[in-house]
């Protein structure tokens, strides 16, 4: 009888012990995997060629920086990060023009949009989208701005010029 209840002693013990160490490994594991998530990429990370400019259309519609959009291997974002005292009503009152320039094309790309102001992560954005498949690179771009849908009346209100644009991830060169 004495033995029976040892060994029945013994054999809790060893599953008590058992349960604890896998407890533990649980533990670690789930340590591990919290450590090696991924950090949430923010928006302006995810966008190439991202760079200040400092640059102003008119004195209430200025832009802090400039980056692209790249959605699929031909659909482009331009995107005008914009001072946080940019309203919604200066942005809906122009339209947006720029000019892409390259020494491969035989003249500049045209571009125009109405473009819409944009929150993202608290900040302002302008993202004017276009499938440009022509090309992987800009010399240069000009952007500017017109009354929307007046561009015979108001002709080119302000404008700036942004060099050396990569429509490509440089990882993929």
Do not use: H
């Amino acid at each position: 009888m004495k033995k029976g209840i040892f060994i029945l002693l013994i054999a809790i013990t060893f599953i008590a012990c058992k349960s604890d160490k896998n407890n533990e490994n649980a533990d670690v594991n789930e340590t591990v995997s919290d450590s090696t998530k991924p950090e949430a990429v923010s928006f302006e990370q995810s966008l190439l060629d991202y760079r200040d400019v400092n640059e102003r259309f008119l004195d209430n519609y200025k832009v802090e920086k400039f980056g692209i959009q790249k959605t699929n291997d031909s659909l482009i974002g331009f995107v005008f990060k914009l001072n946080d005292s940019t309203t919604n009503e200066t942005v809906e009152a122009y339209s947006l023009g720029i000019r892409g320039f390259d020494r491969n094309l035989k003249k500049p790309l045209l571009m125009t949009f109405e473009p819409v102001l944009s929150e993202i992560d608290g900040s302002k954005y302008i993202i004017a989208t276009k499938v440009v498949d022509e090309v992987k690179y800009f010399d240069s771009i000009s952007a500017y701005i017109y009354k929307r849908k007046d561009w015979k009346g108001s002709g080119n209100l302000g404008g700036f010029k942004v060099l050396d644009i990569l429509l490509d991830d440089k990882s993929n060169k």
